[in-house]
């Protein structure tokens, strides 16, 4: 397989670590401490954060006050702040909560759909068509999730057709992006590449973004992959927190400041300081008790 591009020379960085990253917690964690970590990560350089998620309370209860962190933010000039909205309810509120746009949620696997949002896939775009709507009506941009991209924890091989068939509806819907989800982290990099090309005859290049969990340690290296193939916006979570409640065993997305380390590396710019995502890091990671799961922060922090 050869590179079809050129290494890019700048790469956006989503940030999902607010909600991603925190939603398959089990302890309490406070309105104040998720306001600090979002707050963080912008003054870290973050263009894009996902805050939150307007979902039922009674499927991701730690989602439950998207609303209040939203209101207490300092929202900055330049930055997006973002939420999950699986239907026209959630997205009414995400609104009213003062989102700067909306990411709908569908999958490639039909048994982790009805896990996750409770429907098959075709349900899923009907759902998402009317917010697709309404969002357009209020100036608001939406992203698109494909989740099990690369495997599913309950059907396993994922054909890369069938994402590219969810990927080419949610696109054609009005999605400015599709973000591919490695929901469980099974992907290598030649899979990974192979998807991407699956992909990109349905939806552009430029318009796809990697979300890689880190699950079997593959995420940097399907982040380089998919690099090569000219995608150029990645998901990743601060601290590596995270972790999918429908897919057990799934750990927490790339980490957000091994991500940039690489990126520097390349001398690829993004705009964001490492120091200070590290110490973004590292105050999540005191709050919720347990280590960072950046290598990078670890060895950086070791080595003061
Ligand atoms: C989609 C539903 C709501 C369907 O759930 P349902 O039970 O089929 O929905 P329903 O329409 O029958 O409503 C049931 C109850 O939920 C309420 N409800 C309905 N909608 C909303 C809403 N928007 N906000 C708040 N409440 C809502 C509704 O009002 C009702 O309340 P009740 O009458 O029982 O008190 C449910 O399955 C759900 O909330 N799922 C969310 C699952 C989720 O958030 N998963 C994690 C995010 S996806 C992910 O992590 C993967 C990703 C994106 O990161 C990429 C990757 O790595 O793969």
Redesign the pocket.
Known sequence: MTPTTEMPRRVRLVE?GPR?GL?NEKQPISVADKVRLVDDLTSAGLHYVEVG????????PQ?AGSAEVFAQIKQKPGVTYAA????L??LE?AIEAGVSEVAV?GAASEAFSQK????SIDESLARFAPLMTAARENGIQVRG?V??VLGCPYEGEVDPKRVAHVAHELFAMGCYEV?L???IGSGTPGKTRQLIEAVSREVPRDKLAG?F?DTYGQALANIYASLQEGVCTFDSSVAGLGG???AKGASGNVASEDVLYMLNGLGIETGIDLDMLIAAGQRISDVLGRPTGSRVARARLAAQ
């Open positions: 999902v991603d939603q998620s307007f979902v039922s309370p009674k499927w991701v989602m999950l909205t699986p239907n309810k959630g509120a949620f996750n949002i409770n429907c999730y989740s099990c973000s989800g490695d929901t979300h969990h999918c409640p429908y």
